[in-house]
T-cell receptor, first 114, second 113 residues
């Protein structure tokens, strides 16, 4: 059983379209991070959300943390080919559940076609 | 700034061979991690360290060993390579645990034949 579910696994869209990636758990997150990874490189942090209901924006990317801190979403407005990559969510759970370590989702491969 | 440096970038091993993946960071981070990444599986934690001389198992430690003799270095040892260890390995470091940003190396692609 996956502690953290990420969906969809794969998205192929046209430039200019909007998209949303989801990250869900049956357990409460202490905090949640979103990373982006390009081929041949390591993941790079986009954002960390800590407070239930929190919304953070990074240019065309909007990150939401659910009120109950069990889910998060990443919304990209007007996607561009440069957004292509693997998006990973990573959740921190209370120490008694996973020793305070980050648990990664399986990732969403995004391809934006021009 | 170097950040996290991993070597080698690519390696092919025969079944039963041994090797060490090197990882070094120059950010003076106490926390260091080794992950493996397989297609469609995200990142799985192999081992981690909270400081020099202290290491602990992650989610998938079987077949691997680590040591942390200095703050900077965190090598990962594969003793008897198996095809199941074919993967991309990432070393990462952070200033804080869990909520701290992970800084990743560029990865080491290992193939076991």
């Amino acid at each position: 059983t996956q502690l953290l579910e990420q969906s969809p696994q794969f998205l192929s869209i046209q430039e200019g379209e909007n998209l949303t990636v989801y990250c869900n758990s049956s357990s409460v997150f202490s905090s949640l991070q979103w990373y982006r990874q390009e081929p041949g490189e390591g993941p790079v942090l986009l954002v960390t959300v800590v407070t239930g209901g929190e919304v953070k924006k990074l240019k065309r990317l909007t990150f939401q943390f659910g009120d109950a801190r069990k889910d998060s979403s990443l919304h990209i407005t007007a996607a561009q080919p440069g957004d292509t990559g693997l998006y990973l969510c990573a959740g921190a759970f209370p120490p008694q559940e996973y020793g305070n370590k980050l648990v990664f989702g399986a990732g969403t491969i995004l391809r934006v076609k021009s | 700034n170097a950040g996290v440096t991993q070597t080698p970038k690519f390696r092919i091993l025969k079944i039963g061979q041994s090797m060490t993946l090197q990882c070094a960071q120059d950010m003076n981070h106490n926390y260091m991690y080794w992950y493996r990444q397989d297609p469609g599986m995200g990142l799985k934690l192999i081992y981690y360290s909270v400081g020099a001389g202290i290491t602990d198992k992650g989610e998938v430690p079987n077949g691997y060993n680590v040591s942390r003799s200095t703050t900077e270095d965190f090598p990962l040892r594969l003793e008897l390579a198996a095809p199941s260890q074919t993967s991309v390995y990432f070393c990462a470091s952070s200033f804080r645990e869990s909520t701290g940003e992970l800084f990743f190396g560029e990865g080491s692609r290992l193939t076991v034949l």
